[in-house]
């Protein structure tokens, strides 16, 4: 399938032939391929922007896949510890025990910007917390937002010149090279997408 960029990363598990496999893949910079086997069946946890784990930096994660060791039918090793594979129903209980473990942290000036703050520090000290805690800058987020927004539109049948005008777009031209780089699609193929080649997950946030 064609993976989208997004702006979060995110903890995912599979299973390809009886063999159980787990990695927290980073945010993405522009559409790529993703191999997807033939029956193999996945479950994933989308991380809020700003959650990071510590031990391992979402900046050195940005277009990478970090697979996790030791990982069993049942179970797999998180920082030290034996942890359950979590599914459908205790996915919340799951992210709780990360959080009261110290797995999961969230700078509390990443997550006032995030919330429309304006925080009591520098510009600068602002732009370098938000890429320690993101991996990306806070255009590139917006970029990757909007385009997300715009693909979401244009799927649900709005004219282009209505996406344009409604998300900023400086004009046709504009969106089309945003649609190719982060989506790997063009306003064409979203309106009339090909079964035989999918993308990875596209919702309204």
């Known amino acids: 399938m064609t993976s989208i960029a997004a702006?979060?990363?995110?903890?995912?598990?599979?299973?390809?032939?009886?063999?159980?496999?787990?990695?927290?893949?980073?945010?993405?910079?522009?559409a790529c391929?993703?191999?997807?086997?033939?029956?193999?069946?996945?479950?994933?946890?989308?991380?809020?922007?700003?959650?990071?784990?510590p031990h391992?930096?979402?900046d050195r994660l940005v277009g990478r896949t970090a697979e996790i060791p030791d990982v069993t039918r049942g179970s797999f090793w998180l920082k030290g510890s034996t942890w359950h594979l979590p599914g459908y129903d205790n996915a919340e209980v799951f992210v709780q025990r990360m959080v009261r473990?110290?797995?999961?942290a969230r700078d509390?000036?990443?997550?006032?910007?995030?919330?429309?703050?304006?925080?009591?520090?520098?510009?600068?000290?602002?732009?370098?917390?938000?890429v320690a805690a993101t991996g990306l800058t806070r255009g590139a987020v917006?970029?990757?937002?909007?385009?997300?927004?715009?693909?979401?539109?244009?799927?649900?049948?709005?004219?282009?010149h209505d996406v344009i005008h409604r998300l900023g777009y400086f004009d046709q031209p504009h969106l089309a090279r945003s649609l190719t780089r982060y989506i790997g699609r063009t306003a064409t193929q979203l309106v009339d997408p090909d079964p035989a080649e999918p993308l990875s997950l596209l919702y309204k946030t």
């Open 7 to 30: 702006a979060h990363w995110d903890l995912v598990f599979w299973e390809h032939r009886g063999q159980v496999s787990a990695a927290v893949q980073g945010p993405e910079l522009a």
């Open 142 to 160: 917006r970029q990757i937002d909007r385009v997300r927004q715009a693909a979401v539109l244009i799927r649900e049948g709005v004219p282009v």
């Open 108 to 130: 509390p000036v990443v997550a006032a910007v995030l919330g429309g703050e304006s925080p009591d520090v520098t510009e600068r000290t602002i732009q370098r917390r938000f």
């Open 56 to 58: 391992l930096p979402v």
């Open 101 to 104: 473990e110290g797995v999961l």
């Open 33 to 53: 391929p993703a191999p997807v086997p033939e029956d193999a069946t996945f479950f994933g946890i989308s991380f809020s922007l700003g959650t990071t784990m």
